[in-house]
């Protein structure tokens, strides 16, 4: 029987949308420095996810995450060739979340749920890490562009 997903990994962040409209206001400059503020910390995330890989095929499933340019870290899996004839997204889920309920997952190790082999912990175990880096660098552009919020 596979086991429930986990609640712990799911994060709501209230006025996201709104604070990425603001951001959208100030200068492409001080945009930039958030979308590299964002690059950093999904570089880092990725970096902690291979070094978390603890079997070949999570390591090669770990060589397939990329990180996207965003004003968000943004984490992907790419869709690149791995090895001939597999690709990054062959093989990520399986390596990240398990298998084994299937006949064409037994290769993975045991489904977990969302809480995953490599790349979860590691964002989980970092989170509020990355969370005060983003918001740092989101708290530097708007005090250079010198936004006042509407009372």
């Keep these: 029987m596979a086991q429930p997903a986990m609640k712990d990994t799911e994060v709501e962040i209230k006025g996201v949308s709104q ?9 492409k400059d001080l945009q930039n420095d958030v979308r590299d503020a964002s690059g950093k910390i999904a570089a880092d995330l990725v970096s902690g ?29 790419g869709r690149q060739m ?18 084994g309920l299937r006949p064409g997952t037994q290769q993975f190790p045991p489904h977990r749920g969302k809480r995953g082999y490599f790349l979860y912990p590691t964002a989980k175990a970092r989170g509020r890490r990355y969370a005060d880096m983003w918001a740092d660098a989101v708290d530097d552009a708007f005090k250079a562009w010198n936004y006042k919020a509407p009372p």
């Design 49 to 77: 996810a291979k070094a978390a890989a603890n079997t070949r095929q999570q390591s090669l499933a770990a060589s397939a995450l990329k990180v996207k340019r965003d004003r968000v870290p943004v984490v992907r899996v």
């Design 82 to 99: 791995l090895r001939p004839g597999l690709k990054g997204t062959d093989i990520f889920y399986g390596a990240e979340f398990g298998g």
């Design 19 to 27: 604070l990425l409209r603001a951001l959208g206001k100030i200068s």
